[in-house]
């Protein structure tokens, strides 16, 4: 994706600026002069620093021409012997000599210290990631200081001190100016090469790959995990594997969450549920050994088709929501074991779609998510109607029907911050824009009118108990390991380790004492965007009293609480087309883009006896999501036990198979010793 408009100018600055400032000192080390060579010199360093602050980006465009900061500095401090060299008289040359010499075995060092840290790296890249485990047994350690893992800090740095003093004995002409910087110089790179060089002795680095993985095979055999959530994805993709965390963890059994991406690791949510990061295809089929016995799939994803092909594993495909797109019921669904879903909706959309999943293969466990979500209470008591407004995101196939944000994002805020009486909370999709940059657009200019609308709402604030900081303080301890921003993972996992006893109930009883705590700071008159993790989506929903989306698994979700809710129509289709084509929509009021009817709509809330559709969002929700009893958490743990019991048949099966063929057919995986015949007596 191209820079933004407002980086190209800065960028082009910086560039000028970095060739003019070498462009001088060459002028200056001709001819001599020193102002100009002290001056550009410093411009030069000056800009250094501002790219590896700021303009990390280039450094790239700068390394892919030939010109990396090794270049760049080499020449910098060349620049500055040659106009030593042409300041001084030629009986001066051999003083020079040494300080020559010094530079190159500098640079040697330089070189040198980047080899080693390429070494140590490879020895910290572990074939297993953890996160809540103890992996001790790995001799784990914190990560080399990050001087020593970058080189263009680490030689800005460290060469710092020789330029400086090249400088200064080009000033006042005293060598031992440079003498000193160039040995200050030489003695932080032999510092650091020796740190370096430590952390490979046999006792100091982590195990090696044969040891790591023999320590997997026995955790595995410890630990005997029974169901895993299997989950890979892009950066911007992990809500769709922590949705799940919490089920997962209430389950009966030992659970196990298992990643294929590294970056991945650091973005699954605070949860005490193991989790193990398998990148390669070689370590992941060492699960076929394990106890596993039942993995559950949040998405599809080019290396899903990996796992499936572990013979041992039984496998389901629970998403990451439903709605009435196709993708809900994507073809890939039919390589799974089972497949399920919350309601007989969904499970009649299978059959509709006609994408080869049999409905044998379904089965209806409702949304375990949804079971704290509050139930309708009334119309709005307090003096502002809550009025939440989440949108999807564009997609991928550019139907202009999958988000509202583009056609109608704007006109249905501007409708609802007229009135007084409504509260907005504005909480988009976290991919908007990623792929329409019309969207992010959109985004930001309805981010832009909820600002200017509380610039004009004047009310009593909450005073400020210090209650939310607390809450925040003690949540935070409690799902947050301090860890360094510039540890590696192997740093990481020594931090990361098992979690105390308890700390699951203790986030739980946290996570709702915040969430009070933060609501009760907000003054309940003026509108928010919520954009960060916190609070989620579902606390949004017991907030709110009518919720404004598209067609999404959002719409779902939100039946849960039985609140009246609305749909943005930006299809094309007109109304009575729009509701046949999705059910979810039936039992909701649709908008048109120019959100004529939000007024409408906000009198239906606000007097329940004007709402028509009361019982049609009774009788969506159970079609959507299922019967209320028994709740859905105890629908996906009888799911699971019931998917376990036939992985476990499945496995004895196949080892009473292999116990009858064993006389016959010869173990392949085992040398043969043929027998010596006996001697007489």
């Given at each position: 994706m191209p820079a933004p408009l407002s980086r190209i100018p800065a960028r082009a600055l910086v560039t000028a600026l970095l060739a003019a400032a070498f462009c001088a000192q060459a002028v200056a080390a001709l001819r001599p002069h020193v102002p100009l060579l002290l001056g550009a010199t410093a411009l030069s360093l000056a800009v250094e620093g501002v790219l590896l602050r700021w303009q990390r980006g280039i450094l790239s465009v700068f390394a892919k021409s030939h010109a990396d900061i090794t270049v760049r500095h080499v020449l910098r401090d060349l620049l500055l012997v040659v106009c030593l060299l042409r300041l001084g008289e030629q009986h001066r040359e051999p003083v020079y000599t040494p300080l020559i010499a010094g530079l190159l075995a500098f640079y040697v060092l330089h070189c040198a210290i980047q080899a080693v840290s390429v070494l140590v790296r490879r020895t910290r890249t572990l074939p297993v990631v953890t996160r809540n485990i103890d992996a001790a047994a790995l001799r784990l350690s914190p990560a080399p200081p990050i001087l020593l893992r970058r080189p263009g800090p680490r030689l800005l740095i460290f060469g710092l001190p020789a330029t400086a003093g090249l400088l200064a004995t080009a000033a006042t002409d005293d060598p031992r100016c440079a003498a000193l910087g160039i040995a200050l110089s030489l003695g932080l790179a032999l510092l650091g090469l020796c740190d370096l060089l430590v952390r490979l002795l046999p006792s100091r680095r982590p195990a090696g790959e044969r040891e790591t993985l023999e320590w997997l095979d026995a955790w595995l055999a410890e630990y005997r995990p029974t169901v895993g959530l299997y989950f890979s994805g892009g950066a911007a993709s992990a809500y769709q594997a922590n949705m799940w965390l919490e089920p997962l963890a209430k389950l009966d059994g030992r659970p196990l969450i298992v990643l294929r991406e590294r970056f991945m690791v650091p973005k699954i949510a605070p949860t005490d549920v193991p989790v193990l990061c398998l990148p390669k295809v070689s370590t992941l089929m060492r699960l076929e050994e394990s106890s596993l016995q039942v993995l559950i799939h949040p998405s599809n994803s080019g290396k899903t088709s990996q796992v499936l092909r572990i013979p041992t594993l039984k496998h389901t495909f629970v998403n990451h929501g439903e709605s009435d797109k196709l993708s809900s019921c994507n073809p890939y669904a039919k390589a799974y074991d089972e497949v399920w879903v919350a309601g007989p909706a969904a499970r009649e959309r299978y059959a509709y779609a006609e994408v080869g999943v049999e409905d044998k293969d379904v089965v209806e466990i409702g949304r375990p998510q949804l079971d704290d979500v509050r139930p309708y209470a009334g119309p709005p008591s307090g003096a502002c109607t809550t009025v939440l407004y989440a949108p999807t995101w564009e997609g991928w196939d550019g139907n202009p029907?999958?988000?509202?944000?583009?056609?109608?994002?704007?006109?249905?805020?501007?409708?609802?911050?007229?009135?007084?009486?409504?509260?907005?909370?504005?909480?988009?999709?976290?991919?908007?824009?990623?792929?329409?940059?019309?969207?992010?657009?959109?985004?930001?200019?309805?981010?832009?009118?909820?600002?200017?609308?509380?610039?004009?709402?004047?009310?009593?604030?909450?005073?400020?108990?210090?209650?939310?900081?607390?809450?925040?303080?003690?949540?935070?301890?409690?799902?947050?390991?301090?860890?360094?921003?510039s540890a590696d993972q192997v740093e990481r996992m020594l931090l990361q380790s098992a979690p105390e006893p308890g700390r699951a109930e203790a986030v739980a009883r946290a996570t709702t004492a915040w969430e009070e705590a933060y609501w009760a700071s907000l003054p309940e008159w003026e509108h928010q965007v919520v954009t960060a993790a916190r609070p989620t989506l579902y606390a949004c929903f017991n907030e709110a009293d009518l919720l404004i989306s598209d067609v999404s698994s959002v719409i779902s979700d939100f039946l849960a609480s039985g609140k009246p809710y609305a749909v943005a129509n930006t299809s094309g289709l007109a109304e009575d087309v729009f509701r046949k084509a999705f059910p979810t929509v039936r039992a909701g009021t649709?908008?048109?883009?120019?959100?004529?009817?939000?007024?409408?709509?906000?009198?239906?809330?606000?007097?329940?006896?004007?709402?028509?559709?009361?019982?049609?969002?009774?009788?969506?929700?159970?079609?959507?999501?299922?019967?209320?009893?028994?709740?859905?958490?105890?629908?996906?743990?009888?799911?699971?036990?019931?998917?376990?019991?036939?992985?476990?048949?499945?496995?004895?099966?196949?080892?009473?198979?292999?116990?009858?063929?064993?006389?016959?057919?010869?173990?392949?995986?085992?040398?043969?010793?043929p027998q010596r015949p006996a001697h007489p007596a």
């Open positions: 029907g999958n988000t509202s944000v583009i056609e109608a994002g704007e006109n249905l805020v501007r409708a609802l911050v007229a009135d007084a009486g409504v509260r907005l909370l504005y909480k988009p999709h976290p991919l908007t824009g990623s792929v329409d940059p019309r969207a992010g657009a959109a985004d930001l200019r309805i981010r832009e009118l909820i600002t200017a609308a509380n610039r004009e709402r004047t009310g009593e604030r909450p005073r400020d108990t210090g209650e939310l900081a607390l809450r925040t303080e003690e949540l935070d301890r409690l799902t947050t390991t301090a860890v360094r921003a649709v908008l048109t883009p120019d959100a004529a009817g939000v007024p409408e709509l906000l009198d239906a809330v606000r007097h329940p006896e004007k709402d028509r559709l009361v019982e049609a969002r009774a009788e969506l929700k159970q079609h959507l999501l299922g019967p209320d009893e028994p709740p859905s958490q105890v629908r996906f743990n009888e799911a699971v036990q019931s998917l376990c019991s036939v992985a476990g048949e499945h496995r004895a099966r196949m080892a009473e198979r292999l116990a009858a063929e064993t006389p016959e057919i010869p173990d392949q995986r085992r040398s043969f010793t």
